[in-house]
């Protein structure tokens, strides 16, 4: 090939480079995946919290009533009486049957997060291959025949196994971390500039809390009024009409002469651990580390809170309704939305990412003593104010940890949290549960003071990064941003996140 060939292949592939580019930013494009993608996550997340919050719920009423403890009662409202009732006839049965609930809860959510824990950390990579839509359309669909057999079992009152079994389908697609990873990288592929995609970002998470609100507010009327069996049935119906919705309307965003070519396990598994023997973080390997085993207590702290407090409240003292449960997990929801929505811009004007997750980590530390402590329905209902600043550290950690990664090795740092992630949650579902188990006839909120000891940890290794960095610029130089030697950490960091989340 001579010199002439090869400048018209190079032009060649120049323009349709620049084709390829104004195809994927057309604005028709733009407005037609984010018109689809707010009904499908408002579905998602909605139908699979109110599902979650009624069959744990169910397996508690399945275990009284199998455990013949119901005196021939079937109704809700009875078994909350029976709760209620003092005396030693009653003690040890209800003991018993937290325990069991405690114990089925577990193995479900195990089966969910364990196959979740292989899938999630390689999906996203292989996405780059085959599309994003398919991502959405494996999660909906596994989400829809989960949500099938829990309604099958509930209304022919087969065994818990086949709760089990629904999870387990679940989690070999990835569970809620495909559905999380496939918005993810939609709005990624839509969103070109820096600035747009900040912004993106965070009204999706802003969505994802709205939904969590929503559900937990919803589902103690949905199941009090409603009944087990007619709420599941219209969690799969959702979830099925948006498995529709993926596949008739939302569009492919990542186009085909875009795509990677196939990579193989392990050269998938080898680039994850680049993050920790790769030159590039020479100086700034100790500072990483640190962070990322931050997140991991942090990760320990709140991933598992939900499941735990709706043990916690379902049993004595307070034997709540579902309708209690729901507003208590919508309360905590939308207090922790409104600091990552609005409270952030505030605090991070006048502190830094680092000071902000320390703050935090001490008023999620607090939250969970008052939770341990609490014995009526006020006190328990002041922990999500308490609370209500809990959740940003993991935002600034994920954050700390995006600022000192260079920006071709952000992939391999986002699979590095999401493994994180999830081995925390296989690891919490598991002990918590026993904790519980364990300690439910001595002393109920001893797993939160477990919780807030995790938490405090967060706030020790946080003090302990603060002063072994102070002055090392952890952050590489960018376009925007160049690490001077005077630059300590805060300065660094904050300068280089607040290039990322742009001017709002």
Known sequence: MDSSERDALLQHRVAAGVSSSSVRETPDEFRIVHAVLFPVTILLHVSGGISYYATQQWIQKYLIETMDLNDGHEEHDHHHMRCLQDGNSTEGNFTRIEQETARWAMFAALATLVPSFFVSALVSSYSDKYGRKCLFIISALSQTVQMAITSLTIYFQWSLVMIVVGSAIDGLSGASNTNYLAAMLYLADVTPTEKNRAIALSIYDGLLMFCSTLSAFSSGFIITKAGFFPSMVACTAAAGFCLLLICFCLPETHK?????????????IRRIGDVYCSPMFNGRRVAFVIVLVTYFFQSFANDDRGSTELLYQLGRPFCWTAHKIGLFSAARHATQGLASMVLIIPLKRYLSVVNIALIS??????????????????????????????????????????????????????????????????????????????????????????????????????????????????YGPTENNSARPDNTVDDVLTRSISSVNGNR
């Open 256 to 268: 085909r002469h875009n795509r990677a070519t196939t990579r193989t396990v392990c050269k998938m």
């Open 361 to 474: 980590a001490v008023f999620n530390t607090g939250s969970y003593v008052l939770e341990a402590l609490a014995t009526t329905t006020i006190q328990l209902f002041i922990v999500p104010i308490v609370a209500t600043l809990g959740a940003l550290a993991s935002t600034m950690l994920k954050a700390l940890l995006s600022a000192m990664t260079p920006p071709d090795m952000q992939g391999a740092v986002f699979a590095n949290i999401i493994l994180v992630s999830s081995s925390t949650a296989i690891l919490t579902t598991y002990s918590l549960n026993h904790i519980y188990y364990a300690t439910v006839n001595v002393f109920t909120g001893t797993v939160f003071i477990v919780l807030g000891g995790m938490s405090f940890m967060v706030v020790l290794l946080l003090v302990l990064f603060k002063m072994t960095q102070r002055g090392e610029a952890v």
